[in-house]
Structure formats: C-alpha cells, structure tokens
C-alpha cells in the first residue's frame, strides 16, 4: 500500500503536468491529488514541498497545498506550480533501509529519493520523507 500512494504521488505530478499541456483545468488536478493523498480533511498534515522557501515553506493548509502544485494563489506569491514544470518521469526509492518502509500501526515512514525528469531529460533527485496514515476510508493518506 505505501508504494502505491508513493507511485500515485509520482503519477499524479505527471498528470497534472499533462493536463497543463492539453490546456485543461490543472487546479481541479491538483485539488484531486491533495485530496486523494493528503491527510487535509480528517487529520494534520506536515507539508514541507520539495523546492520550497520562503514564509510559506511549510504548507498546513489545503489550499496552500494546491497553490504549491499549481500557483497562481496570491496569498502563496512564491509558488510557480511544482506540478507545472511537466514532469516526464518521476521515480523514487525507498533507500533508508532494507527495504526503506517502517510501519507502526496505521502510520508507515518511508524515506528515499525522488526522481523527477522532464522532457529533454533533464534530471534532478531530491530527498524525500513520506508519512502515511490509513484514514477512516482505509486509504493511506500524506
């Protein structure tokens, strides 16, 4: 289950990046994504963005969520839209352990790199710490 959500974490900036080529609505898709993968709804959620600076480095709120996939929020004036600079390919690891997924009850910890490619191929890893929690819906959810 956790390498599901981390593969549909994956898929979805590639589909929001893909919606943005084809000229369709890219904040429903980012609303889709937070929805479907962060805890916004039932619990707190520690949302520190891969890329992200400023007053806003930390995101506690859903709307601040989309407006870092998305942009185009005045009051999140830094974000451009992670999700927007159409990635080709992401990929991740699961490289802190044997096989980089800890569970303790309904929380899983998994901390590895991501993998983010664009069109030309240009590549760059970041590091990455993923918290799951299996919410009332049984879904595992950032």
Avoid at 119 to 124: K, M, P, R
Wanted: hydrophobic letters at 45%; proline letters at 2%.
């Amino acid at each position: 289950m956790v390498n599901t959500a981390r593969r549909a974490w994956c898929d979805g900036l590639v589909h929001i990046g893909a919606v943005d080529v084809e000229g369709g609505d890219v904040r429903a898709a980012a609303s889709a994504l937070v929805d479907a993968l962060y805890d916004y709804a039932e619990g707190t959620v520690f949302f520190k963005p891969t890329l992200a600076f400023g007053k806003n480095t930390f995101l506690g709120t859903r709307r601040g969520a989309i407006s870092y996939f998305v942009g185009g929020d005045p009051d999140f004036p830094e974000d451009t839209g992670f999700a927007l600079k159409r990635w080709a390919k992401v990929l991740y690891d699961n490289n802190a352990a044997e096989n980089g997924i800890q569970i303790h009850g309904d929380i899983a910890i998994t901390v590895g790199n991501v993998y983010l490619q664009n069109a030309v191929g240009d590549e760059i890893m970041v590091d990455k710490t993923f918290v799951f929690r299996r919410c009332r819906d049984g879904r595992l959810r950032l």
